[in-house]
């Protein structure tokens, strides 16, 4: 896909910065270090509202329409295991938009290890085995939709 907004990512990412990893849901310690995990839920925190301009952006030119937004975190030293998601009919792709990542923050698929700079937005067919692992200090966060007919 192409470029994200600098000015819309910007906003999100301030925002997201904002709020603590404490204050996350779906949180569990590993190895003594808070883990949040996905964000799934409109309401939260103003999940939506934060946002509706960067997600608007970005399916402007796409076929279909928007639904499932979500934020996922892997936190320094954390994966998650290879695993192919099932989709609903009419499912086109996901659309991943790193908001904060590290060169050691690598999405893996079709055998291969990509890095997802943050300032670009990916189409991905999550149909297909792939798996995430970051081995860098920082956490690697994601904002991420599906794109339906």
Do not use: C
Not at 23 to 50: C, H, I, S, T, Y
């Amino acid at each position: 896909l192409d470029a994200v907004d600098a000015d819309y990512l910007a906003g999100v990412r301030g925002w997201l910065r904002a709020i603590g990893f404490e204050d996350w849901p779906q949180q569990k310690r590993v190895d003594a270090q808070l883990r949040p995990a996905m964000v799934n839920l409109p309401e939260w925190q103003g999940f939506r509202e934060a946002t509706n301009a960067l997600v608007g952006s970005l399916t402007v030119d796409l076929p279909g329409h928007e639904t499932n937004r979500m934020l996922s975190v892997v936190m320094p030293g954390h994966h998650i295991p290879l695993h192919s998601d099932r989709q609903m009919d009419g499912w086109l792709f996901r659309v991943h938009v790193p908001l904060e990542t590290n060169h050691h923050a690598v999405f893996q698929i079709g055998g291969i290890a990509h890095w997802m700079s943050v300032g670009q937005a990916y189409a991905i067919d999550v149909r297909e085995p792939h798996a995430v692992r970051n081995n860098g200090d920082t956490p690697r966060t994601h904002l991420m939709f599906d794109v339906v007919t």
